[in-house]
């Protein structure tokens, strides 16, 4: 399991970091980078409904430690905590895949009139 998150976590750091270096100014990463990048990381039904508490549980505390392990090979530092990383319910799980298929650009609006910046 350990072995897994981790290499979960690799391809996530190369992905977002890529995504950063190509959108974010000189400026822009270095506050980036000086802050660190939060991670959420939610489990749907899949994992909310396994029946063994205790390893669902422990899937997590392995997940948050290795987002949460310091690597700075890419520069950036990850992190996460109980409240970001965790089994989410039916009704929050639902709600995420309405946005998801119901971006704000659809209903003609900008997604700078609707996100904080």
């Known amino acids: 399991m350990a072995q897994r998150a ?13 995504i950063l270096d190509a959108r974010l100014t ?4 270095i506050q980036v980078r ?14 909310r409904d396994f029946h063994k508490k205790w390893y669902r549980e422990a899937l ?6 290795v987002i949460n392990e ?3 090979e890419l520069g950036y530092k990850f992190f996460t905590n109980t409240h970001w990383s ?19 650009e659809a209903a003609g609006r900008r997604r700078d009139d609707v996100l904080p910046r």
């Open 6 to 18: 981790k290499e979960l976590m690799e391809q996530l750091e190369t992905d977002a970091v890529g």
């Open 26 to 29: 000189e400026e822009e990463k």
């Open 34 to 47: 000086s802050r660190g990048i939060p991670v959420l990381f939610y489990s749907t039904a899949g994992i």
């Open 60 to 65: 997590f505390v392995v997940l948050r430690a």
């Open 70 to 72: 310091p690597t700075h």
């Open 86 to 104: 965790h089994p989410i319910t039916g009704a929050k799980e639902g709600f995420y895949a309405f946005l998801t298929l119901n971006p704000p």
